[in-house]
């Protein structure tokens, strides 16, 4: 047992995989995602979970947005679209951890996989769980073409392998390491090359032509994305100041490719919970906003009037010259 558990978890995390022939076998009712519906990189799982029609197969338990504290998330039923743990009603996030592994000191984050039949974690690092879990339960599915929905094509793995580094980097981590920064020369190291990514992601779709980043495929790189668009106006835009521009105002392409997300393409609003993602950031971190006070913008959350004819867009971008300097780096 000891040896387990020093493979699984003190020294590093989780790293498990669902697979046929492996130790973690697709099997309909043995395996439980904890996520928080705040987190954009729970997000991800919780996309592919309705993407590919699996939320029969693997449910899920939900953390409430808020307090944040030792010992970290806690499970709340009382919360509105917020769970008790439905395998262990366990009261927070840690027990879980510990239930694996006692001498865990990492952090209690999400998401996290559960495998029921072995009684331990299988993984909890959301890139990994991206990557594999589209596929992992295609044996169980019957309808064809959500089994053949593939978000890491042969013909589209090296453009996906060029970009997710910068898109990762620079954009999805961008937005914590300008936002969590004491001082304003880290703020300002930081804040600027998100901007640089952002106005090179607006050529990237517009070069494309939509209505994905890629061009008609939908990849592995819009559901990177998205997570972190759709937090950027409503939360990262003020609470991180990430105020250089916004996505609505400066980014038309950007943000018609997340209103079709939204609006048009089953999943991505409904795994969308603006209550969770504005009340986690604003009423977690009193470093930042020690008043705990959630703005009621802006609004709407998302903007409608999706244009279909990509021709029609004109790219935009932030141009303070310390953007456009890192850009021409990139």
């Excluded at 020690?290 to 609004?299: D, K, Q, S």
């Amino acid at each position: 047992m000891a040896q387990e558990i020093h493979k699984y978890g003190t020294d590093g995390g989780w790293h498990g995989v669902i697979k046929e022939g492996s130790e973690f076998p697709p099997e309909k009712d043995r395996y439980h995602l904890y996520i928080g519906l705040f987190c954009p990189f729970a997000h991800r799982a919780n996309l592919v979970r309705h993407l590919k029609h699996l939320t029969a197969i693997l449910p899920i338990s939900v953390v409430r947005p808020y307090p944040k504290g030792e010992p970290g998330w806690r499970f709340d039923e009382t919360y509105p679209n917020a769970t008790p743990d439905h395998l262990f009603n366990s009261r927070f996030m840690h027990q879980l951890y510990f239930r694996d592994d006692p001498a865990y000191k990492g952090k209690y984050s999400v998401p996290l996989l559960w495998d029921k039949k072995a009684n331990r974690i299988v993984n909890n690092e959301s890139a990994e769980i991206l990557r594999w879990l589209p596929h992992a339960f295609d044996s169980l599915i019957e309808d064809q073409k959500i089994k053949d929905l593939d978000f890491y094509t042969e013909d589209l793995k090296s453009k996906t392998d060029n970009i997710s580094p910068w898109l990762t980097s620079l954009i999805c981590s961008g937005v914590y390491k300008a936002g969590f920064v004491s001082t304003q020369e880290a703020y300002e190291k930081n804040v600027v090359p998100l901007f640089a990514a952002l106005n090179k992601l607006e050529d990237l779709l517009h070069k494309n032509g939509g209505p994905y980043i890629l061009g008609e495929k939908i990849t592995e790189l819009d559901l990177l994305a998205y997570p972190t668009i759709v937090r950027f106006d409503t939360v990262y835009v003020q609470h991180f100041k990430t105020n250089l521009g916004m996505i609505r105002h400066d980014y038309p392409v950007l943000n018609n490719w997340l209103k079709n997300l939204y609006w048009n393409v089953e999943g991505f609003k409904e795994s969308t919970d603006f209550a969770h993602i504005k009340e986690n950031y604003t009423k977690s971190h009193s470093d930042i906003n020690p008043h705990a006070i959630t703005p009621l913008g802006p609004y709407p959350d998302v903007e409608e009037k999706y244009e279909s004819d990509w021709s029609k867009l004109k790219p935009g971008k932030v141009s303070h010259p310390k953007v456009v300097e890192a850009m021409s780096k990139l």
